[in-house]
């Protein structure tokens, strides 16, 4: 495990590199999106960072994207070097799972290849 501040993408990158390709890895990046909106907005905003990370757009990722915005710009910033492409497999946010709509955080899971 890796725990990060606030720094560059690119020396997130440079990290996740150090383990990009090695056999039996698996590189996971965990944060929420957005937080305590209510359904509707978070569902907007939930939708346009997930729009950024499908165009590696790390760039314009903000602490209002996603709390984990520093390891999640390194892996974009990494998978643009490499040419690799993000897919959305889900996106949905507390409201869908708990139940509670006024004041919810945005979930999305993706796969990389």
């Known amino acids: ?5 606030d720094c560059p993408a ?3 990158e440079q990290l996740l590199e150090l383990f990009y390709g090695t056999e039996g890895t698996l590189i996971v990046i965990s944060s929420d999106l957005s937080h305590f909106h209510d359904y509707a ?26 709390c984990g915005r520093v390891p999640v710009s390194g892996l974009l910033s990494l998978a643009q070097k490499k040419s690799l492409q993000i897919e959305t ?3 949905r946010n507390s409201g869908d799972t708990a139940g509670d709509k006024s004041r919810v955080v945005g979930y999305g899971a993706y796969v990389i290849n």
């Not at 495990?1 to 501040?5: E, R």
């Not at 978070?42 to 602490?63: F, G, M, P, V, W």
């Open 1 to 5: 495990m890796i725990v990060v501040g």
């Open 41 to 66: 907005t978070a569902q907007r905003l939930d939708r346009e960072t997930s729009d950024k990370i499908e165009r590696l757009d790390y760039l314009h990722l903000n602490y209002d994207s996603a």
């Open 10 to 12: 690119e020396q997130i």
């Open 89 to 91: 497999i889900d996106l």
